[in-house]
Nanobody, 123 residues
Framework: QVQLVESGGGLVQAGGSLRLSCAAS????????MGWFRQAPGKEREFVAG????????NYADSVKGRITISRDNAKNTVYLQMNSLKPEDTAVYYC????????????????WGQGTQVTVSS
């Protein structure tokens, strides 16, 4: 069982930066791949970024490549999402999720989810 708690969301102007954190409980965090997803009002949940259990493999949605970086610190049971050059279209609730070993882009592959953190980018 893994429990996930996101933090770091907030209101930022376009062009600004935020760093989201996702703290995980449990001793087996290092065996889980982590993903970040987001959901804007009236839209489906979409993949943002993923990282493998050991941090060696990462993947990103095309819409965020070059602006967003996912990383993890297994010693702290935490995964991060560094978001730069934010745009109004990045406004959404951001969720972290966990699954065994390798990250995928599909929300249905993930077993555990956090409650989400709101990111609002003003123009």
């Amino acid at each position: 069982q893994v429990q996930l708690v996101e933090s770091g969301g907030g209101l930022v102007q376009a062009g600004g930066s935020l760093r989201l954190s996702c703290a995980a409980s449990g001793r087996t965090f290092s065996t889980y791949a982590m993903g970040w997803f987001r959901q804007a009002p009236g839209k489906e949940r979409e993949f943002v970024a993923g990282i493998s259990w050991n941090g060696r493999n990462t993947n990103y949605a095309d819409s965020v490549k070059g602006r967003i970086t996912i990383s993890r610190d297994n010693a702290k049971n935490t995964v991060y999402l560094q978001m730069n050059s934010l745009k109004p279209e990045d406004t959404a609730v951001y969720y972290c999720a966990a699954r065994r070993y390798e990250a995928t882009m599909h929300s249905y592959d993930y077993d555990y989810w956090g409650q989400g953190t709101q990111v609002t980018v003003s123009s």
